[in-house]
């Protein structure tokens, strides 16, 4: 290749600055416009690690939250068990209590008309 000397990248009349060719064409005055942002600490520095760090600590807190809240819908699951096997029990309380209510109720009209019965005849004989 062919040494360049710098009087071939003169500027052009009222530019202050000279530009050199970039491969093998000039750099576009656009490209010299775009900003570069500089993170602190540079390419894989301390930044990247303690961004790495609070990811990792945010997805343990995620971790622990998620099993806190399995723990406690097993526990309502379990509580919920509980408490309808409670009401089945009482309602075949419920259930045993009215078959029972329904029996006597039947044998104490049984009684009272027995002795309606019973009254109507002493009546009867007392009259006679």
Do not use: W
């Amino acid at each position: 290749m062919a040494a360049v000397g710098f009087e071939e990248f003169s500027a052009p009349p009222g530019s202050e600055l000279a530009l050199p060719p970039l491969f093998g064409g000039h750099i576009l005055e656009s490209e010299l416009e775009t900003e570069v942002e500089f993170v602190s600490g540079g390419l894989g520095g301390s930044g990247l690690r303690e961004r790495d760090e609070e990811e990792e600590a945010a997805r343990g807190r995620r971790r622990r939250q998620r099993e806190l809240n399995r723990r406690k819908y097993q526990a309502l699951g379990r509580r919920c068990r509980e408490i309808e096997q409670v009401n089945e029990r009482v309602l075949n309380r419920l259930h045993q209590v009215q078959r029972i209510t329904r029996r006597l109720q039947q044998e104490r009209s049984q009684n009272f008309e027995f002795c309606r019965i019973d009254m109507e005849r002493v009546d009867s004989l007392c009259r006679s």
